[in-house]
């Protein structure tokens, strides 16, 4: 199968950026200061300030982050389904389901 262009609209930044600011929002809306929910994650307080304000954290810590909000079920769909475009490309994704490797 050769490599097809997939557009995307959300430059990496403008990603980052948004999971950062619906975290901060999330974060306010129960009432906690960095401080507890550093506290509650287990992710140091000076990363959690860094992710709010420069948009970068390690998976790890977003994750601990995500499930000290309450979000670990969302975590747990994020990529759980195939996504396609064509039922060409469907195909193909039902064909290699079982695969181990890549090509």
Do not use: C, W
């Amino acid at each position: 199968m050769q490599n097809k262009f997939v557009y995307d609209p959300y430059p990496l930044q403008v990603t980052m950026q948004r999971l950062a600011e619906n975290l901060k929002a999330r974060r306010l809306e129960k009432k906690l200061s960095t401080k507890s929910l550093a506290e509650m994650s287990g992710v140091p307080a000076s990363s959690i300030q860094r992710f709010e304000l420069k948009h970068s954290i390690s998976l790890e810590s977003y994750v601990k982050l995500a499930k000290a909000l309450g979000y670990s079920e969302e975590i747990m769909q994020l990529l759980s389904e195939p996504k396609y475009d064509t039922m060409e490309e469907l195909l193909e994704i039902n064909k290699n389901r079982t695969r181990k490797r890549g090509v």
